[in-house]
């Protein structure tokens, strides 16, 4: 049981509030020990804060995850997680993990009472409204850079990675739409109502904008962020972040693993070691070659 609560709080999805720690490096703190352990904190709690509304999520979603394909498979869909049990521990975890998160600092706690009850809004009313669904996704990826900067005093950090992050967050928002339609075709609608709004051609032309706006914006952020900075360097960067997108775009069109974005990054090699050689690049030129 206790095993079946953790994989509830879907750890592996935790690996998006990594996005936490970008006001921290990019503002040049990483190295810096109070700053670090303030920020690793503020993840820790804020990987918990999301666990719980992954619970009160799968709760409430309890019939339509059981008609699905995969997600019936789930702790709490497939009946190896007592509801009762799932409520009583969601509400303990709460007892913790906010007042930490309050303790930890004012503005981080109201922020992960924001982001909650913008998840919540979304399980019951927001993930229904075409468009809007994928818009709070993204909106909940700029509340995760949000609530890292909260914690810490940043000086340099560009408000051009806000808007990155906003625009790659809709493209795995419109990607994993995508994926979802491919994987329940017909009959997607009755699994996701708001999938019955989306065409695979609407999306694709989606997918073709958000690409093009993220690598303009990634361009001018790399011209223009970090003026102290090589920008011989930051430019470097440019054809990890061409690959990157490329090679996600080709998943998203081969297959429908980009229905969780998390085991994509997880277990797709190619793209890891992409990754690995953009953050190598960065971090050289954030901390070395000033």
Not at 272 to 290: D, E, H, K, P, S
Request: aromatic share 12%; net charge positive; hydrophobic share 55%.
């Amino acid at each position: 049981m206790v095993r079946a609560f953790i994989e509830t709080l879907r750890p592996k999805q935790w690996i998006k509030n990594l996005v936490i720690f970008a006001g921290l490096i990019f503002d040049g703190q990483l190295l810096v020990r109070k700053p670090l352990l303030t920020v690793f904190a503020a993840f820790l709690l804020f990987c918990l804060v999301s666990g719980i509304t992954y619970t009160i999520n799968d709760l409430m979603d309890l019939r339509s995850d059981r008609a699905h394909p995969i997600k019936k498979l789930s702790p709490i869909a497939s009946g190896r997680l007592p509801i009762n049990v799932a409520v009583i521990t969601a509400i303990l975890l709460s007892l913790i993990a906010f007042p930490c998160a309050f303790l930890l600092k004012p503005l981080f706690g109201l922020i992960c009472v924001s982001y909650t009850l913008l998840m919540l809004a979304y399980s019951k009313w927001l993930k229904h409204i075409m468009l809007v669904d994928v818009l709070v996704i993204a909106i909940g990826f700029v509340i995760r850079v949000v609530a890292g900067i909260s914690v810490i005093t940043v000086k340099f950090f560009s408000p051009w990675l806000l808007i990155l992050t906003t625009f790659l967050a809709l493209y795995l928002g419109f990607g994993k739409r995508l994926s979802e339609l491919k994987l329940l075709q017909q009959s997607a609608g009755e699994h996701r109502k708001v999938l019955e709004g989306y065409t695979v051609e609407l999306l694709n032309q989606f997918l073709v904008v958000i690409t093009s706006a993220i690598l303009i914006t990634y361009v001018l952020y790399t011209f223009n962020a970090h003026l102290n900075q090589n920008q011989y360097v930051s430019m470097a960067t440019i054809p990890f972040v061409l690959y990157g997108i490329f090679r996600y775009t080709f998943i998203i069109q081969t297959s429908t693993a980009a229905g969780s974005p998390e085991e994509v990054l997880l277990h797709d090699r190619p793209l890891q070691f992409t990754i690995l050689l953009w953050g190598i690049l960065i971090l050289l030129n954030l901390y070395l070659l000033v």
